[in-house]
């Protein structure tokens, strides 16, 4: 998972999952995606506090077949494939 904190730069989530738990620095997460969602959905909103929404472009989709983290995570084929 990809934190981007204008103030911190790269980050990895922690286990306290969206909403920050006890971060002090949540508030400042620009984009927080964990590409969470059911088996070939083609959106997702990202758990930063500004909950943006993304459609996947191409093929791409969020597979549960392997996920490093949660449930779910977003499959690229390497062609044409974009948020």
Do not use: I, K
């Not at 995606?33 to 989709?61: C, R, V, W």
């Amino acid at each position: 998972m990809l934190m981007l904190n204008r103030f911190t730069g790269f980050g990895v989530r922690r286990a306290s999952g969206g909403g920050g738990g006890t971060d002090p620095h949540f508030a400042n997460v620009v984009l927080l995606l964990g590409f969470e969602g059911s088996d070939g959905s083609t959106s997702t909103t990202d758990e930063s506090p500004s909950a943006h929404s993304f459609t996947f472009n191409g093929n791409s989709q969020l597979d549960t077949a392997q996920a490093a983290f949660g449930v779910s995570s977003c499959l690229f084929d390497g062609t044409g494939d974009y948020l």
